[in-house]
């Protein structure tokens, strides 16, 4: 189109250019601001901070310069938005408890623990650390590429060359529009050791890598609790969780007298929140063991809980404040990074790591490239200076003499045009330092260094053991000074325990109620009417379970997990309660399928799925006092959670909904502790499971409420062997009512 577009209007459904525009966003969003490089680890305006502070020159051995000087430079060269959002990223850099290896090191308030936020950039001053140095290493030996700048004038790194496994090191966390990503941070040595084993064994499991690298490190220590096979899992598909518990030590007093001194906290809790938590618990009575709380802390945190009573159990105390605290949190992990800088996805450990070492292998080639072309340039100038060295009073006659000297010393010597360049723009007083000695020693020890830099570029081979060996160096770096030593003890779960005697829990009796929204909450005593009680709006009845305020609840998700939920830790009152994921780490695509009083440790319990498989499992292998809770049913693809009966009586009856029915012995259906069950009723292709039933064969059936007792006569003729067809169901089994 030519001409004049000023007041040009084009039609366009408007469905159509939402959808251009937003994913437009979205895309900027996910790739500019939100995910971290998975080479480098670096958000751009992280990227552009310590490449803005190297142009500055702020290396570890230089001065410190204003914090507002540096977000100037910033935001004036490289990226185009607020100051306070890059001077908070800065912050966040320079904070030894928000990141493991600080890049940036600050002078002046940049913040604490307790939450409190960092002085005005005008006050505060900055400067690279080493480890910021190590990562910026190569930037100006065309290691990596470079782009313009947003207004076009300048030029800006697309990704930082260092040998530093930044992402995985210090961690990341971004929310963009329709995907998050969470990674926490672990430590250096281990990552550089854990890179050694993939190169030297490229098919390593995530079991491999964690015998080197066994999982977080975080920058305020503290506990991580999670069982090996939970971390397995996390790491091999990218997703999952971590719970993480304050450190504490018992310290005595006189008189048999004890506090409780906590000296880490876990990662992101703010101090000072967590202090007002506690307090505010204690002001609810949900601490009844918890006299007061003190915060004695100095540089080192130093939080002191006092017992009411010196004849309370230290660990019963503690497992109260767990449970109802921060003290003991969940980190999310969700390693979604963006591969080559544009595409987004979630990796697992294993594919973070081959990442930056084949980012680490192109920089190291470009690097060695680099070098090489330098090494090569040097050379052919040092042998136009072997060419004229013997004739330079012919070089001082041709330049005093000739009009065109450039092509005349090219003919008269057969230099090379950068030769001649080299030899017309040498100074006068250079001319003695033209020694034929000094030009062959430099020229052999150039000559060997361009056999090695051709030998590094011609094999492979020799370029990952340069690397291997590059990481080995780094390792014995990472492993001394202040951040070098582990700080988080990586431990197995803890061991469940009992605090209701401790908290003398009534026992009364109480209906559970769980919403079909997911919201739960218990109500007293027994025989309530299902219409009279009360939900949000939208919202209904989906579960009502009878027991005891000191029972134990399993809910049992459609995907197999079981959960297991304390009564006692269930808000009461004329509320619509909590919602039930707060207390079970129910995943987001999977539904509540069942939830019921737990027995004692001998009960049993039939649990079928939708495929017509089932098994038995007693009360104790259900238990779970993770949040997490404990795969227990293992179920085939397109399968679900059908059922879970006590296991009372003698027989099975299976109804399939290809209405054909089946009755077989209980003792036929083994009892495991997990697994994916054994088949109760042969189904045909695209049929499922109908209704399961559990009763005693001599006393009969009652099928549905108001119907006779269906004797042992009426039954006998569906009786065969468990995974059986079946026979051809009675009508009145089939009618709804």
Known sequence: MTGDLAGHIEDTRLAEALSER????????????SLPDVRDGLKPVHRRLLYAMQQLKLDPSSGFKKCARVVGDVIGKFHPHGDASVYDALVRLAQGFAVRYPLVEGQGNFGSIDGDGAAAMRYTESRMTETARIMLEGIADDAVDFRLTYDNEDKEPVVLPGLFPNLLANGAAGIAVGMATSIPPHNAAELYQAAQLIISKPDCSIEEILDVMPGPDFPTGGLLVED?????????????????????SVEKGRGGAWVIIVSEIPYQVQKGK??????????????????????????????????????????VLMETLFRHTALESRFSLNMNVLSQGKVPGVLSLKQILQAWLEHVHEVLVRRTQHRLDAVRRRLEILEGFLKVYLNLDEVIRIIREEDEPKPALMKAFELSELQADYVLNMRLRSLRRLEEME?????DGLGKEQSSLEGLLGSEKKRWKRISTDLKKMQALFEGGEYGPRRTVISEAPATIDTSAALAIEREPVTVLLSQEGW??????????????????GDGLAYSVECQSTDRLCLMAAGGRAFTIRVADLPRGRGFGQPVRTLADLPQEDQVAALFSLGGDEARYLITSSDGRGMQISASNLAAEKRTGRQVFNLKDGAHLFSVLPAQGTHVLCLGTHKRALIFPLEQVAEMTRGGGVSLQKLPAGAGVREIRLFTLEEGLIWREGQRVRS????LALVARRGAVGRAAPQWMLRKS
Not at 228 to 248: H, I, K, M, N
Not at 439 to 443: F, G, L, P, S, V
């Open 22 to 33: 937003y994913l437009a966003y979205a895309m900027s969003t996910i790739t500019s601001r």
């Open 439 to 443: 030009i062959r020693k430099e020229w």
């Open 228 to 248: 090996r096979d939970v971390l397995v899992r996390a790491y091999e598909t990218g997703r999952g969780s971590f719970r993480t518990r304050a450190r504490w």
């Open 274 to 315: 967590l202090i007002e938590q506690i307090a505010s618990m204690m002001d609810q009575r949900k601490l009844p063991l918890l006299a007061d709380v003190r915060d004695e802390s100095t540089m080192d945190i130093r939080l002191v809980l006092e017992p009411k009573t010196r004849n309370c159990d230290p660990e």
């Open 712 to 715: 042992k006569d009426d039954l």
């Open 520 to 537: 739960i909450r218990a109500v007293k005593a027994h025989g309530h009417a299902p219409e009279g009680h009360r939900f949000k709006e």
